[in-house]
């Protein structure tokens, strides 16, 4: 069995607070690529793949409708990725 299968088969509860900072730290590396390589659906993937605590869940939400935006070509998309961007930063993120 895997580390991850375990995981998901564990009967511990999992910490909110471990769930928002591991959560940061993916949505940090997630908007890093997206800044080196240029795709957006590929961030916005890796973003709705996540776990998200519930207090991150508007952000997460942001993030995603921006990305999707910008994939899409959409007008606008870029002012709402900075936005979004910007509520990550003051929401504590990386």
């Known amino acids: 069995m ?3 299968d375990a995981a998901a ?3 511990e509860p999992v910490s909110l607070s471990a769930v928002h900072e591991e959560w940061s730290r993916q ?3 997630i908007l890093r690529t997206l800044d080196a390589k240029g ?3 590929e961030a916005r993937d890796r973003l709705l793949a996540l776990k998200v605590a519930p ?3 508007d ?3 942001a993030l995603a409708l ?3 935006k910008i994939a899409e070509g959409k007008r606008g998309a870029s002012e709402a990725l900075a936005q979004a961007r910007a509520w990550f930063a ?3 993120g990386l």
């Open 66 to 68: 921006a990305l999707e």
């Open 9 to 11: 088969t564990s009967t």
């Open 59 to 61: 952000v997460h939400l």
């Open 55 to 57: 207090q991150d869940r």
């Open 2 to 4: 895997s580390r991850q």
């Open 90 to 92: 003051r929401a504590g």
């Open 39 to 41: 795709k957006a659906d």
């Open 27 to 29: 949505v940090a590396d």
